[in-house]
DNA sequence: ACTGAAGTTCCATAATGTGGAACTCCCCCG
DNA sequence: CGGGGGAGTTCCACATTATGGAACTTCAGT
């Protein structure tokens, strides 16, 4: 018993106790943690520290750069980017500021959380009559384009429960929403005619990342008086087509 | 040897491969996880696989929600809030927007990272004099009024060694500096006068997330002539009333 | 009220994790 | 240019821990 502050834990956790005290300090840690900081600053043994460090490393929540600092790994980076969505929104500023253009609505990026569809950055439409501020925003998967794309790709699951009725519209059959899934796959982009809220309609298309998960998905919305069926289909293969380009620079399998 | 498809691992991590197998199906998990999932899913018996989720969640690698279900924990949440600052300036945005044109000053988002002050979202300045595009710029701590706040608040350490003069104006004896973050902190905001630049003038004020801890920064910067001491007071509360407004969007404590 | 499942705790015992020593590699200094 | 010293890795005898089945508590559903 020789790491540091080791009072008496719980039985039968001292090695998992060593070894989550390493990761935390790493994760919290302002930059790349040098081995010798890293068993120094934890009291442990360097034989112990470097078989703890190296099994976090093998599971992929550390990794070292290339002086062998240790900084937190791929499980964590990943994590970061869908919880935080950070670093996604600024690299897709671009696209949805293009797809604006091209369209003239509303531009959203989502991310999946919590069973819910979460809007992460927008790009406002050229019109009076438009989306309003949905950043932060959170809509149910079922009933919203975004959150069929989700659904359709695996990227989220329905919650228990009835399927809540938002609109005349508002699919809440489990069977019927499962088939049109099928198509959203099949097309690669999804649609949400005034079924979130009368007069709204929606086109998404899934974006994908590093390892060729959906982590993200791009919509274009309006008024169903602009956003007609013919208009959906045309803006439904243009979003298909910015959210391939935008996954290509997340680095997904071609 | 029961758990999850154990194949010969290194000598010694058995204990620390299985703990660390549960916490990454826990951060890879859409949904927070149920103890039964866990177990199941881990092939582990329900004695270990709870032993060692307690061990991860005592240290903040894991928390569990009101039913029970394992997710992230405030160690995983922080790092991701850190790292992945965008949906953090996404929710920020309208409040640099307000502040812009309550203003007509630069204001910035930023963050806290590696011993230094990163911005990560600016609205421009009304004038034609004003800061340039700061965003990505990394700057010193001991001599901007975003770093003073992070250094008062305890989300960021002065990195060793002397401090750097900037200017004719910059502080660089570290009990100057800390007389200065007590202040800060008694106001709720923090100032540079020239310390970082000669001719420029900023006012900080800290945002909190769901813990309380501060996880970012507002600021609002431009030149001398404009940001006179009466004009920086002024700034300053109506800075910190803003930053306030956005910590308790975050989810921060009252 | 009863049953069964989710989850927790105990503790005898088998198996692992430990940490000092020895080692390699490489940078820096004289 | 050579040697010293520090960073980091690997080995293995042995002390100590981690294991997991059993027993238990709690609570939701019937």
Redesign the pocket.
Known sequence: ???ENETR???????????ARLLVRVVEADAPQ???????GSG???????????ALERHGLLQ?DH???FLPGPVLARHAARSGGAGLAATARPYLERIGEKTGETVNLAVPSGGAVEQIAQVDSSYLLGATDWVGLRVPLHCSALGKVFLAHGAAELPRGPLERRTPRTVTDRGELGGELAGIRRRGYGAAREELEPGLVAVAAPVRGGDGTVVAALSVSGPSVRLTPERVTEIGELLAGEAAALSEVLGAPR
């Open positions: 018993m020789s790491g834990n719980p039985a039968g956790t001292q090695a998992v106790d060593r070894a040098p081995f010798t900081a890293l068993h120094t442990l043994p360097k034989s112990t520290a470097s078989r703890l460090l190296s070292r002086e062998g600092a």
